[in-house]
């Protein structure tokens, strides 16, 4: 063969080996470009669905969270009620440790914070700006907040809030939840899939609520991750970025219950890091292959002239190759082992997303579509009592937590076949907890591959039988402040009626002649009268508007002087027995009131004793809170005033609605049903309480707890007017202005004035009585009533003291409603009131 066929043989041969190297290797880094891109989607779209349950359980959390704040605001009275509350703000500190907000904050209708659990007092900052405030007063019940830099603690929060509403449905505050975007930090730095991860929270704006790494700057951009006309609730997207301008790929994801969008995102450039190392590598092996066939292509054309030296440098030449194919495998082994570390990594990955599942405290588990149960979480476990190994591979409606019957299990495999068919569950349920029943918010949603076929249902459960008790008892506490509330407005209006009616009757016996009969009639209406007025101040007790008179009260001896009228009001068929120590310290109660209240307390006690029995009256200092002590009272020290009967007790059920306005167990005519309830509204008007106990056949206690005199339980002592003479006053005729809306009261008052010999003027309103008084300067005396429409009595009285303070008021009232520390200047005169008490009231005023 020539040197020329030799030379062009030589040069095909190595440039088809060298292009055919260059070949394999260009489509093994294309695979591994492509392989790098799939790598950084699979990273992102996993980070992504792992925050979506991070923010998912975040955002129900902070709704449970705010609600049961809200909650507890809305029973403590209001914002306004809670604002320098250090108990209500221990209160928040320790919710905030058991939940996932960092900082909760209450505000009030001027979005002024009211209440913190990370410092006390609260800070004096406004509000009124912020996006999550401005959507309530829109109308907004919650609002779920993009990130914003915190004006307290000087941080980039996001947030969730809702609306607190007053009955009026007039917004009366707010209560928010924000949290520090750590987790996208930790999250972030923590990944594996390249450098320059971010994670990030977006609402269905594009507003950022979170971002790894985001600054005080970045408040308030808006990003665009989902295309405009998307309709999938996940996707993945390769675009610029709006904050670095760096190509990203962006997996994102839609949250379906809220309006939140998460992301995660790495730059293309971070997630091509391992095909640049590979096209490195290889770069140098074609390199150095290329360098030695030129080589060994020189050496043979060198000795292609010469026969016996052509076979040496063929055969070095073959060597070279050998070893370079040598290379390329153990290349190839190393790649092997990359494969086998990723993998790990992914192990790595799958350890730490069970470790969240297990840590949550919600029961979570994962079910095959037909409800095979696959894995449950330690929470769900722990509920059941059971282990893993007893649940694992059973249908869900068969394992214990459902055993309560064919109705739920039914309704379970219903619930699992429609979400089975692509549309998620929730519903509430009773299961089997162990040894406990529990009410529990129930869902199942299902899960889609990335075909979108539906794979896996993930039940979940959450333990409502705290907060189903929490909302019987508000139930409970607003019924009876309502039915207070319509007892109180009812017996002030009969308060009205009786003074019209005892006023005049009381002039018209005056006139009635010399009839016996006609005399009797008018006593008997009379008589009707007052007890309705007795009636009206034992309703007035029950919804804690009486005018109590409270003072330093010797209990000892005020039993004591009872023990005679306690024997006559009992019978000879029930005995007395009075445990009194000696020493104890005087309480602070209106005397005459405890006296009605002591007696209602023994006749009950009489009546539960039909065949006769024992009745204790015991007096004792205590302590609160102790056991034994009436719910809801405050700490401090009290007398403790007792009546046990050994009579016919009460069941549990009877027990429950003792103290309940006209419920009463006695047949018709033997009771109003307001002797208990007069007596426990007594007790907490005077800053104590009253405790029951009773069982059937063993008789009933009832205990009053009442302050000591001086103690910070008890409400200040109102200033007791002087007692009104039996007799009717002589005065000179005076010029009285009577000020009442009520006609008939007006009236009425006015009549008595005129026949005692004084001049009455009526005015309708307080404007009114304002402008006859600026006509009239030879007024005595004015009379108002309080609760007017307008201007009510106190309104007009301090004006009144402003523009004419020689001119005496007196002020009329049916009710406790006052400040006392408002009105102690003012004297009072309490409705239904009589010609007497008008005529030692003008006396005392007008003397002098």
């Given amino acids: 063969m020539s040197f020329r066929r030799v030379s062009v043989a030589i040069l095909a041969i190595a440039g088809i080996f060298l292009l055919s190297l260059a070949g394999v290797r260009m489509a093994f880094l294309e695979q591994e470009r492509v392989a790098s891109l799939d790598r950084a989607e699979i990273g992102t779209r996993e980070l992504a669905r792992l925050l979506e349950q991070y923010a998912r359980r975040s955002f129900e959390t902070a709704e449970l969270v705010s609600d049961q704040v809200a909650e507890r605001v809305a029973a403590l009275g209001g914002p306004n009620a809670v604002a320098g509350d250090q108990r209500f703000h221990e209160w928040l500190r320790d919710l905030s440790a058991r939940s996932t907000g960092d900082y909760i904050m209450v505000v009030d209708d001027g979005a002024r914070p009211v209440a913190l659990n990370s410092m006390f007092p609260t800070p004096d900052v406004d509000f009124r700006d912020r996006r999550w405030f401005q959507a309530h007063l829109a109308g907004a019940r919650s609002h779920v907040g993009e990130a914003l830099y915190s004006r307290v603690t000087r941080e980039v929060l996001f947030t969730y809030s809702i609306a607190i509403r007053d009955a009026d449905g007039r917004l009366a505050g707010a209560v928010q939840i924000a949290q520090r975007p750590g987790f996208f930090q930790q999250q972030a730095e923590a990944s594996e899939i390249g450098r320059g991860t971010v994670l990030a929270m977006l609402d269905a704006d594009g507003r950022i609520l979170a971002r ?194 064919e109705a739920t299990q039914a309704r379970l495999r219903d619930a699992i076949a429609t979400a089975a068919a692509g549309t998620p569950q929730r519903y509430e349920e009773v299961v089997r907890g162990g040894d406990r029943l529990a009410a529990i918010d129930f869902s199942i949603r299902p899960l889609r591959d990335t075909e979108g076929r539906i794979t896996l249902l993930v039940p979940e459960g959450h333990d409502l039988t705290e907060l189903k008790a929490a909302e019987a008892r508000l139930r409970e506490a607003q019924k009876m402040e309502t039915l207070g509330q319509l007892t109180g407005g009812v017996a002030h209006d009969f308060n009205n009626l009786l003074m019209a009616v005892l006023g005049n009757l009381a002039l018209l016996k005056k006139r009635l002649p010399e009839d016996p009969r006609l005399a009797r009639l008018v006593d008997g209406a009379l008589q009707g009268a007052e007890r309705g007025a007795a009636l009206t101040q034992r309703l007035l007790a029950f919804a804690r508007r009486q005018e109590l008179r409270p003072s330093a009260v010797d209990l000892a001896g005020l039993v004591g002087g009872m023990q005679g009228l306690l024997e006559r009001s009992v019978g000879p068929g029930v005995r007395i027995v009075t445990e009194i120590p000696p020493g104890l310290p005087a309480a602070l109660v209106d005397a005459n009131q405890l006296e009605l209240a002591l007696l209602n307390l023994a006749v009950n006690a009489r009546d539960a004793m039909p065949g006769g029995g024992t009745l204790t009256v015991t007096l004792a200092e205590a302590q609160a809170p102790s056991p034994g002590a009436p719910a809801g009272i405050a700490p401090g020290a009290y007398l403790r005033l007792g009546v046990r009967d050994t009579g016919e007790g009460m069941d549990t059920a009877t027990l429950a609605r003792a103290v309940e306005p006209f419920f009463t167990t006695k047949g018709p005519g033997r009771g109003s049903g307001l002797g208990l309830s007069m007596v426990q509204g007594l007790a907490q008007q005077s800053g104590g309480g009253l405790a029951l106990a009773s069982r059937p056949g063993a008789g009933t206690q009832a205990e009053i707890w009442l302050p000591k005199a001086g103690s910070t339980t008890g409400h200040a002592a109102t200033a007791n007017p002087a007692p009104l003479p039996a007799a009717l006053p002589k005065t000179d005729p005076k010029r009285v202005l009577v000020v009442d809306d009520d006609a008939l009261v007006a009236a009425g008052t006015a009549m008595m004035l005129e026949d005692l010999g004084h001049h009455a003027m009526i005015a309708r309103s307080g404007q009114d009585a304002l402008a006859v008084i600026r006509g009239d300067d030879a007024i005595d005396l004015v009379l108002t009533d309080y609760a007017m429409p307008g201007m009510n009595g106190l309104d007009l009285a301090d004006q009144l003291r402003r523009d004419r303070p020689a001119l005496r008021v007196v002020l009329a009232t049916g009710h406790a409603e006052l400040p006392a520390a408002a009105t102690d200047w003012l004297p009072r005169i309490n409705k239904p009131y009589g010609q007497q008490d008008l005529a030692a009231l003008v006396a005392r005023l007008t003397a002098g």
């Fill in 212 to 405: 790894t790494g985001m600054t005080p700057d970045q408040v308030g951009r808006t990003i665009t991750v989902a295309p405009p006309n998307a309709t999938n609730g996940s996707g993945t997207l390769r675009v610029p970025s709006v904050i670095d301008g760096d190509d990203r790929i962006i997996s994102y994801r839609r949250l379906p219950d809220w309006p939140l969008i998460v992301a995660a995102s790495v730059p293309v450039d971070s997630a091509l890091a391992p095909f640049r190392a590979a096209l490195l590598w290889s770069g140098g092996i074609v390199g150095a292959v290329a360098f030695g066939l030129v080589f060994l292509t020189a050496i043979a054309l060198r000795l292609a002239r010469r026969e016996e030296t052509a076979r040496e440098e063929l055969a070095r030449a073959n060597a070279a190759l050998t070893d370079a194919a040598t290379e390329l495998e153990q290349r190839v082994a190393e790649r092997t082992r990359a494969l086998a570390t990723a993998r790990d990594q992914l192990a790595e990955n799958e350890h730490r997303f069970r470790a969240i599942f297990n840590s949550t405290m919600q029961f979570i588990g994962l079910t095959t579509p037909d409800g095979t149960l696959l894995e449950a979480n330690d929470a769900a476990l722990a509920f059941a009592g059971v282990s893993r190994a007893e649940v694992i591979g059973r249908k869900l409606w068969e394992t214990p937590w459902f055993q309560m019957g």
